[in-house]
């Protein structure tokens, strides 16, 4: 069969139709595949350069972020953040840029507000990155959120750190995690960073590394990182604050501190606010120590503000700027805030106490932490060194000085132990160099004072140890050259030190060296002794010296009240009871009681378990017997004395007024001449008063005037004869010779006493009344006045002076001098005598 379609004509037009629409198409087809082949590769091409320009950024990035300074981190961060303009959503940029900001803030302080903005972007991402992650934990630590870093950073490290810009940088937060931890293990986070150093070039580790080696206590490894460091950076501003505040740290180079820290704070260079802090905090400290104080608690105040909470070391250096003001309050304030381990916190709380002069309490709680602690050891030994326990504080600070070498207040205190406990001439020589070098050093004046105090007794203490009693002229005298220079440190210290408490008592103690050449000196030693307690009203022993020489000038009202608090505090010595005793009899003697208080048993007792001597306290106890008119018991404490010490003049005395108590005249009289036939012819002055007082009681009136008389030109020429004596003889003896008719040398009396104790009123009164007896009106009346000026309290002084007013006829000054002694006097054994005044002049 034949298929009628091939036996149809052809269309050859239609063919070649055909045959072009095919070509047509064909070459449409090739025009659009190469169309689509030249777009992908357009495309393809575009992508690659995308790529490199965002792999460009990202190298940029990583060299910047290697460099480390605060420009180089700025400029990357502004490089980055053009980046991101081009490459949007790019989450390595984002990345990058959240890690830069983050660094920027937790290490320099800078550009919070971007940091958290930059952290915030990251929340826009489809899948988290290494670098923004890292981002997150610096910014917990930062905000001091240092459980939540702690929890993210593990992740973190599980990451791929292979597009990273700062790809092995999670050790460094972990080192700042190490730093702000007060609890963290600081030679594993040393061990873990140094073992990164071979693969990692930048700064900032070093930085790290350096500032572990501070916060663990070894400043040489620190200082010798921090070398390397700038070796690698010489523009990295960082590091040179932190060498100007290692330096203040350890109190050393102090002049290179202040250049450095002064070229830093000018206008030439700018500086990142943490770097700032530092240089703002050596520069204080320089000045702390320097004894501009305002000013540089000032500059400290300024830094203490930008430091972060993990630069636990800066905030310590400014917190012992703070206790080397002796400003407790800010202290406190600061030990709050620095988040300090529980034991660092104690320590320095128990710095505080010790910069505030609570000694004893500073003592206290150190004994209470780890005594391993180096600023415990150095606490203790400074303590003590304080309380002049010179031989404890020795062990102490040989540790300090190991633990913490180079600190100048060890020095100074080491010198001070040396001068009491070692080479006098070689302490002295260390304390004139320090004095020279550091003079605002602590302590620094006032050890070189007392070097020069023991250089000046030295010859004397050896000439003490070998004395020949025989041969009073071979007696050496202070180093007069060694005690004005010793005068001079002290007022130095007084002028340079914050608490010069030590200096001003020992300024009061060579004062009183002169008392007996110029008596007119005793308001001034009582001037410098309340300038020593108010200096350091905590230490105790500053109180109780003030108290006992009121005793000791038998200002006898002032002195118990001063005692009757002094006895209540810590630490104070058996002394204290003991004069309160001492105080209580005299005011038996001076009428001024007419028994004793009922504490005075009590503070025997105390004096006992102080560890006061006992023949002290056998001499106190049988005066009190005598009093309590028990002269046989008092015979029994004090004959045992009299027998082991047949030259014990104060014993010899009351075994004679307790033979007289007995009536036994005949064996007090043998016992008042045994002692004339044994002491030295000067030191029998009271021995005559218990001659006179046998003869007055016999009714032999001259010779006991005469016997009196000649006491007192011994007694009152004896250089230890105490004013309590002085005055009490003085009284005495004008009253034997007033009674044999003896007006002119009682009145002599009068005038030595008040030449020898001026400043006290009772001596004024007992030299008017001698005067009142010579019928010298106008003398009289200046003395008693004298009297009432130097003691308004004083009952006798008024009465005195009414009987002066009552020579001139005027009965209405007399009346008030009469009234306001019977009103001070009230209660007193002599209360009926300014009555029997009064009621003479017709008012009662």
């Not at 082949?37 to 995308?50: G, N, T």
């Not at 930062?142 to 700062?166: H, K, N, Q, T």
């Not at 150095?378 to 010179?390: D, I, M, P, S, Y």
């Not at 300038?531 to 010296?545: D, I």
């Amino acid at each position: 069969m034949v298929d009628p379609l091939l036996n149809q004509p052809r269309d050859l037009i239609g063919d070649i139709h055909a045959q072009q629409r095919r070509k047509l198409f064909r070459r449409v087809a090739l025009g659009v595949a190469l169309f689509v082949v030249l777009l992908l590769i357009a495309v393809a091409l575009k992508f690659l350069a995308d790529r490199r320009d965002r792999d460009t950024c990202l190298s940029d990035a990583t060299e910047g972020f290697a460099l480390g300074t605060s420009a180089e981190l700025a400029s990357v961060a502004t490089e980055l953040e053009g980046c991101i303009t081009t490459h949007p959503d790019d989450p390595l940029l984002i990345g990058a840029l959240a890690l830069t900001r983050a660094q920027l803030l937790a290490e320099f302080g800078e550009f919070e507000v971007e940091t958290r903005d930059a952290v915030a972007a990251l929340d826009g991402l489809e899948a988290p990155v290494h670098d923004g992650e890292l981002a997150r934990v610096m910014l917990d630590l930062d905000d001091g959120e240092l459980a939540a870093a702690r929890e993210r950073l593990p992740a973190v490290e599980s990451m791929d750190d292979s597009r990273s810009i700062a790809p092995n940088h999670e050790v460094w937060v972990g080192g700042m995690l190490a730093i702000a931890d007060p609890e963290a293990d600081l030679d594993k986070a040393i061990d873990t960073i140094a073992a990164t150093l071979p693969e990692d070039s930048s700064i900032s580790i070093r930085r790290l590394l350096a500032t572990l080696h501070m916060h663990a206590g070894d400043p040489s490894a620190a200082l010798a990182q921090l070398d390397d460091a700038r070796s690698r950076s010489q523009t990295h501003l960082g590091l040179a604050a932190d060498e100007a505040l290692y330096n203040a740290l350890l109190r050393q180079k102090l002049a290179g501190v202040a250049d450095v820290a002064d070229q830093l704070l000018g206008d030439d260079f700018e500086l990142a606010q943490r770097d700032r802090a530092h240089a703002l905090l050596a520069r204080g400290v320089v000045r702390v120590q320097s004894g501009e104080i305002e000013a540089g608690m000032k500059l400290v105040d300024q830094a203490w503000a930008a430091l972060p909470g993990w630069d636990k070391l800066s905030r310590t250096l400014a917190l012992e700027m703070a206790m080397e003001a002796s400003d407790g309050e800010r202290a406190r304030t600061w030990i709050d805030e620095a988040g300090l381990r529980a034991s660092e916190s104690e320590i320095y709380e128990a710095w505080v106490k010790l910069v505030e002069g609570d000694v004893m309490a500073a003592l206290a709680d150190l004994a209470k932490l780890p005594q391993e602690h180096p600023r415990v050891a150095l606490l203790q030994g400074l303590a003590l060194v304080e309380q002049n326990r010179f031989a404890e504080a020795q062990p102490w600070l040989e540790r300090a000085d190991k633990l913490i070498p180079g600190r100048v207040d060890v020095e100074v205190a080491r010198a001070r132990v040396e001068v009491h406990t070692g080479d006098t001439e070689a302490a002295r020589r260390k304390l004139e160099a320090l004095a020279e070098e550091e003079p605002f050093a602590p302590r620094a004046w006032t050890g070189l004072g007392e070097a020069n105090l023991a250089v000046a007794y030295r010859d004397v203490e050896a000439d003490g140890a070998n004395a020949n009693p025989g041969n009073k002229s071979a007696k050496a005298k202070p180093d007069a050259g060694a005690l004005r220079e010793a005068r001079r440190a002290f007022k130095q210290a007084t002028e340079r030190e914050r608490m010069p408490a030590e200096a001003y008592l020992h300024l009061a103690e060579l004062t009183d060296a002169k008392r007996r050449e110029d008596p007119k000196l005793v308001p001034e030693v009582l001037e410098l002794l309340a300038k020593a307690v108010a200096a350091n009203p905590k230490l105790p022993r500053y109180a109780e010296r003030e108290a006992l020489y009121l005793a000791e000038l038998s200002f006898r009202a002032p002195a118990i009240a001063k005692l009757e608090v002094v006895l209540e505090l810590p630490g104070t010595s058996a002394k204290v009871p003991l004069a309160l005793a001492e105080l209580a009899l005299d005011q038996i003697e001076f009428d001024e009681r007419d028994a004793l208080p009922e504490a005075f048993d009590a503070w025997l007792e105390e004096a006992k378990e102080r560890g006061a001597p006992a023949r002290e306290l056998d001499v106190l106890a049988a005066r009190a017997l005598l009093e309590r008119d028990q002269p046989k018991d008092a015979l029994a404490k004090l004959e045992p004395l009299l027998n082991a010490n047949e030259k014990d003049i104060e014993v010899r005395v009351y075994v004679v007024s307790a033979h007289m108590d007995l009536r036994d005249r005949d064996t007090a009289l043998a016992t008042v001449k045994r002692g004339l036939g044994i002491l030295d012819n000067e030191r029998k002055g009271r021995i005559y008063f218990e001659w006179a007082n046998i003869m007055s009681r016999g009714g032999k009136r001259r010779p006991a005037a005469n016997y009196a008389n000649s006491g007192w030109k011994k007694l009152s020429s004896q250089p230890d004869t105490s004013v309590a004596e002085l005055l009490i003889y003085a009284a005495e003896a004008i009253r034997l010779l007033n009674r044999d008719k003896q007006p002119k040398p009682a009145a002599s009396i009068g005038r030595d006493v008040t030449g020898l104790v001026p400043f006290h009123s009772d001596a004024w009164v007992i030299r008017a009344n001698a005067e009142i007896r010579t019928n010298r009106g106008s003398d009289a009346k200046a003395s008693a006045e004298k009297a009432v000026e130097l003691d308004e309290n004083n009952p006798r002084a008024h009465e005195v002076l009414g009987q002066v007013w009552l020579r001139f006829g005027r009965k209405d000054r007399a009346k008030d001098s009469f009234e306001r002694a019977l009103e001070l006097g009230e209660g007193t054994p002599a209360e009926k005598d300014y009555k029997k005044s009064l009621n003479g002049l017709g008012t009662l």
